[in-house]
């Protein structure tokens, strides 16, 4: 025993406990030295990682405004919906996307096979978001929250919904699935209609649960914004265009109605159009708004504009009587449909006289022809603020031939879009006051600026009241008990090359009732048979909706009457003047 205990003794060495109390010693030192280092001289790196771990900023969505019409019935409306988003490299962590039946069945609730999800997710793992499924409906995303799958979240969203459907689809155009505008007054008026998303820094914890919010920037909530327009004359101006285009089996067609003391557009409609609740069967040209972005040559319907200037520049008198012989210019027959030796100035607008214009028109300086179009509201762009307004064309020439300032005269060598022409009659029916438009709801008074004595500009439309009568080229316009003042007009069409196709457009403008007139409207219809006669107005006039009076106040309408191409709006215990619509459309084969 004593041996062992020897032995025991020879084993224990003072040098190797010392060493190894000194290497414990020296490892809780650097310990030390790290942890204060690290909690007093340089803690910013610890904070650093703790808030990549934790710290989350989160976008605070504001809802798009709402676009009402002016009587604030709702045209465009934001309803709540979600997403679905996955952060990938927590579900694979987790094991991925099983096979279980808890993953299929979110599978079957988006629409997607089990293996593109699980491909999908897979194809980024490190990714921390990643959208599945947008916009699905609330009750949709509360079955898939139940799930509760690891890495998939929700995210609550808008849909822009339209209650009204097709009507003024192609005004108000469409958002993408971001919420953003990319046609029509969605996309002119988006910084109103969207505001601006505020920010909200959180910290999380490693369930995803908020624990603390740290910072907030509030967002800016967006603006509705009220159109002029009335859903119910919009509703009977797309009607009424939908039964002229389908009646002359056209392919396309548009309709501007202008109230004419503010400037303020009622209605404008566009055939095709398409439900934006459900694009998926519409096609690209559905989406066009043909009523400011397609061009046209005016044909007839600037014969009113010819006369005023003639009165204008002492060239002829109200009375005057014009030669309409038909004649030759430069190689080219100048003659009218019916055979006229002479015509008053009525008469020329009545029976749509191209030899009375073309005298008229030569025998005055072009350039006073050309600044009375212009002073209406031809070449220029009308300024209404929609995205994709075509300004139109009006010729710059240094020489002007004879037969080129006779073809001017009745419309020919210049451009004009639909609401350009609405703009010009709205501009007659204020006795030569021309005032902006707008589509939005403005108060009146509103300004104008005189382009034409309002003497003449009364004489002239007295005379367009005869169109719309007996021997007229519009007598489908006439309103029974009302005074209407239009022209109808008619041109070929201009191909891709910049020659006439054998095509068409015809067209009507007017206003009414000539005797306080109130709104204005025009019509256009684009047709392919050379068979197609311009006589009577049988196209044109045929489109016109016939409106005949309303409570004038208020704009509140008792009751809807049915009423030759179109409708009317009566009160029975005040029929006040209302509107008159001039449709614009067009055909081709």
Partial sequence: MQKNKLKSAANFTPLRFGLLCVAILCCMGLLLVRVGWLQIVSPDNLVKQEDMRSLREE??????????????????????????????QTTLEKGGVGYGPRWQAMAQALHLNLSELAHRVEAHPHARFLYLARQINPEQAEWIDKLHLPGINLRDESRRFYPAGHVAANLLGFTNIDNQGIEGVEKSFNAQLTGQPGRRLVRKDRHGNVIENITEVPAVPAHNLQLSIDERLQTVTEDALDNAVRWNKADSGAAVLIKIDTG???SMASYPDFNPNNRDDAKLDDFRNRAISDTFEPGSTVKPLVLMTALQQGIVQPDSVVDTHPFVLDGHRIRDVGYYPELSLTGILQKSSDTGVSHLSLAMPIQHLIDTYKAFGFGDSTGLGLTGESAGLMPQRRYWGQLDRATFAFG???????????????TIGSYGIERPLSITRIDPPVMGTRVMPERIVHEVEHMMESVALPGGGGTKAAVRDYRVAVKTGTAKKIGPDGKYIDKYVAYTAGVAPASNPKFRAGGRDERSQQRFVLRRGGFG??????????????????????????????????RSPVACAVTVAWRGE
Avoid: F, N
């Fill in 59 to 88: 976008p605070i969505d504001v809802q798009r405004g709402m676009i009402s019409d002016r009587e604030g019935r709702p045209l465009a409306v934001s309803v709540p919906v979600s997403a679905v988003w996955v952060d990938p």
């Fill in 264 to 266: 303020e557009i009622l």
């Fill in 412 to 426: 020919y060598g210049l451009m004009v879009t639909p609401l350009q022409l609405a703009h010009v009659y709205a």
């Fill in 541 to 574: 006039a045929g489109i016109q909706p016939d409106y005949g009076g309303c409570a004038a106040p208020g704009e509140r309408y008792a009751r809807w009457d049915a009423a030759g191409g179109g409708k009317s709006y009566r009160d029975a215990s005040r």
